[in-house]
């Protein structure tokens, strides 16, 4: 008899504690997302420090500071107009440069853009009369890398 008594309260007890332990486990369900985002705002506020560092060292927040065995700026406005839009043709580029800087040549863009493909920045795809030029993964995640925004999306 006392031992069925005695069973009577574990299982009492075994069953307060399996509702403690639920109880717990949905007040702590807030605290886990808090924690969640708490993560992310210091990720984020880490890669804006970091972007103000840049800005601080070099007056700029640009893609061409990954790039600095470029000096002439035409490869590195080249480097912006794709890292605004990856996948145009010379003539695409041309155009963007003119606009950005009053001037453009297609023949200087195309010597360029080999100089650029030769340091691995930029690729090309297509035939060789009709190519598109992309930034480089490598290139474009390093900058990421850099600002402390983790991988790149691919949109090819």
Same mark, same amino acid.
């Given at each position: 008899?006392?031992?069925?008594?005695?069973?009577?309260?574990?299982?009492?007890?075994?069953?307060?504690?399996?509702?403690?332990?639920?109880?717990?486990?949905?007040?702590?369900?807030?605290?886990?997302?808090?924690? +969640?985002?708490?993560?992310?705002?210091? %990720?984020? #506020?880490? &890669?804006?420090?970091?972007?103000?560092? =840049?800005?601080? /060292?070099? *007056?700029?927040?640009?893609? +061409?500071?990954?790039?600095?065995?470029? %000096?002439? #700026?035409? &490869?590195?406005?080249?480097?912006?107009? =794709?890292?605004? /839009?990856? *996948?145009?043709?010379?003539s695409q580029i041309a155009e963007k440069l003119k606009e950005l800087r009053g001037t453009s040549s297609r023949r200087i863009v195309r010597e360029r853009l080999k100089e650029l493909e030769a340091k691995g920045v930029v690729r090309a795809k297509g035939s060789p009369k009709s190519k598109d030029y992309w930034l480089t993964e490598q290139y474009v995640d390093t900058w990421y890398e850099l600002l402390g925004l983790g991988p790149a999306k691919r949109q090819e």
């Open positions: 008899m006392a031992d069925e008594g005695l069973e009577k309260q574990i299982k009492a007890l075994s069953e307060k504690m399996e509702s403690v332990e639920e109880a717990v486990s949905k007040v702590s369900e807030p605290y886990s997302q808090l924690l +969640d985002y708490i993560e992310r705002f210091q %990720k984020i #506020s880490s &890669s804006y420090f970091r972007m103000l560092g =840049l800005y601080q /060292r070099y *007056g700029a927040i640009s893609p +061409d500071l990954l790039i600095p065995g470029v %000096k002439d #700026s035409i &490869s590195r406005d080249i480097v912006k107009v =794709l890292f605004e /839009r990856d *996948g145009q043709n010379i």
